[in-house]
């Protein structure tokens, strides 16, 4: 185990918090375009698909669809995408 000490700052402290607490996901790269098969639809009516094992939601998508997504907004346990 390695100690770090950095200038004292809410910002830098927030950021070691994060990365100690494993919550950064990088199956997917913000505004990053991916193509997926949205495989379900969300109870707010969102189509859902996978990337990397991760949950993103994508809104005026239907089930069965195969289409483009940007990434627009990535949560610890799930994405949000847009089509384009």
């Known amino acids: 185990m390695q100690a770090f000490s ?3 700052s809410r910002k830098a402290s ?3 918090y994060v990365i100690g607490k494993n919550l950064i996901n990088d ?13 379900d639809i969300g109870a707010d009516g969102d189509g ?3 990337i990397n094992d991760l ?6 998508a239907k089930k069965g669809e195969t ?3 940007r990434i627009r ?3 610890t346990k ?6 384009i």
């Open 55 to 60: 949950v993103v939601f994508v809104k005026r």
């Open 14 to 16: 927030a950021e070691i």
């Open 48 to 50: 859902i698909a996978k």
């Open 73 to 75: 907004e990535i949560k």
């Open 27 to 39: 199956a997917v790269t913000l505004d990053q375009v991916y193509t997926v098969t949205i495989e």
């Open 6 to 8: 950095p200038e004292a």
């Open 67 to 69: 289409l483009k997504i």
């Open 78 to 83: 799930f994405a949000f995408g847009d089509i």
